[in-house]
C-alpha cells in the first residue's frame, strides 16, 4: 500500500469519527466543533484525489464561512438566554435504523457500479475551471455575481426593516 492511499485512509476515518461525534453529540458546541474537522477532513480527501478546486472551496465556503456562522451563532445565543444548548430530542433507534438503510444501499450501488481505476498523474484543476468561466461560461458566471448581489441587497434591506420595525 502506498503512503498516498494510507493517507487517505487515515482522513477518511478521521472524517468519518468527526462525523459519528456530530451525528451522536447532545451538546451543540461539540457538534459544531466536530463538524469543524468533519469539513476540514472532507477537504483533505478533496485534495488527495487532486481535486484542488474543490479542496480551497470547502475550505473557504464551508469551514470559513457557515461554520464560523454556526459557532458564533450557538455561542451568541447561549449566552444571551441563559440557556444550555442540548438536543433535547435524540431518537437513537430510528436514526440507527435510517443510518443502515442508507448504508445498505450505499454497498450495493457500489457493488453494482463495475469501477475502473485509471493510473494517472494529478493534475490541477482549477487552471481548466478557469479558462471555462472566463471564456466559454463568462455570461451564465457573471449573471450568477449579478444575481447574488441583488440576493445579498435583498437580505440587507428585509434585515433593515425588520430591525427598525
Same mark, same amino acid.
Given at each position: 500500500?502506498?503512503?498516498?492511499?494510507?493517507?487517505?485512509?487515515? /482522513?477518511?476515518?478521521?472524517? /468519518?469519527?468527526?462525523?459519528?461525534? !456530530?451525528?451522536?453529540?447532545?451538546?451543540?458546541?461539540?457538534?459544531?466543533?466536530?463538524?469543524?474537522?468533519?469539513?476540514?477532513?472532507?477537504? &483533505?480527501?478533496?485534495?488527495?484525489?487532486?481535486?484542488?478546486?474543490?479542496?480551497?472551496?470547502?475550505?473557504?465556503?464551508?469551514?470559513?464561512?457557515?461554520?464560523?456562522?454556526?459557532?458564533? %451563532?450557538?455561542?451568541?445565543?447561549?449566552?444571551?438566554?441563559?440557556?444550555? &444548548?442540548?438536543?433535547?430530542?435524540?431518537?437513537?433507534?430510528?436514526? &440507527?435504523?435510517? %443510518?443502515?438503510?442508507?448504508?445498505?444501499?450505499?454497498?450495493?450501488? %457500489?457493488?453494482?457500479?463495475?469501477?475502473?481505476? #485509471?493510473?494517472?498523474?494529478?493534475?490541477?484543476?482549477?487552471?481548466?475551471?478557469?479558462?471555462?468561466?472566463?471564456?466559454?461560461?463568462?455570461?451564465?458566471? #457573471? &449573471?450568477?455575481?449579478?444575481?447574488?448581489?441583488?440576493?445579498?441587497?435583498?437580505?440587507?434591506?428585509?434585515?433593515?426593516?425588520? !430591525?427598525?420595525?
Amino acid at each position: 500500500m502506498r503512503p498516498a492511499d494510507l493517507l487517505f485512509y487515515l /482522513f477518511a476515518a478521521l472524517t /468519518f469519527a468527526a462525523a459519528c461525534v !456530530v451525528v451522536f453529540s447532545r451538546n451543540l458546541l461539540y457538534a459544531a466543533l466536530a463538524l469543524l474537522f468533519t469539513l476540514a477532513g472532507v477537504a &483533505a480527501l478533496y485534495g488527495l484525489l487532486g481535486a484542488d478546486f474543490l479542496a480551497v472551496t470547502q475550505v473557504l465556503v464551508y469551514v470559513g464561512g457557515i461554520l464560523v456562522l454556526i459557532l458564533f %451563532g450557538v455561542m451568541f445565543t447561549q449566552r444571551i438566554y441563559d440557556l444550555k &444548548a442540548e438536543a433535547t430530542s435524540f431518537k437513537r433507534v430510528r436514526a &440507527a435504523l435510517i %443510518g443502515l438503510v442508507t448504508f445498505a444501499v450505499l454497498v450495493a450501488v %457500489g457493488r453494482a457500479v463495475p469501477w475502473q481505476v #485509471e493510473e494517472r498523474a494529478l493534475e490541477p484543476t482549477s487552471v481548466g475551471l478557469g479558462d471555462l468561466l472566463l471564456s466559454r461560461y463568462l455570461l451564465p458566471f #457573471e &449573471a450568477v455575481s449579478v444575481l447574488l448581489l441583488v440576493v445579498l441587497i435583498g437580505a440587507v434591506r428585509v434585515g433593515k426593516k425588520e !430591525v427598525e420595525d
